[in-house]
């Protein structure tokens, strides 16, 4: 089963909407990494996790 490794949030404005981008990298049992992220609106999850990292395009 993976493991969470490490996470990040961040809050965007986009088009005048507040979302919460949440980042994490994900272990796998043989060892490789790869990052994953979800989006966030008033709490509540409108993209689930996602492979890919969203955060460096938000200069983090």
Not at 16 to 29: D, I, K, M, P
Not at 39 to 48: A, D, H, P, R, T
């Amino acid at each position: 089963m993976p493991e969470t490794t490490n996470s990040v949030e961040h809050q965007t404005i986009i088009n005048n909407v507040e979302y919460t981008l949440q980042s994490r990298t994900v272990a796998q049992e043989n060892g490789e990494r790869y990052e994953e992220y979800r989006v966030l609106l008033e709490g509540k999850e409108i993209k689930s996790w996602t492979r890919g990292n969203v955060i460096r395009y938000f200069s983090l």
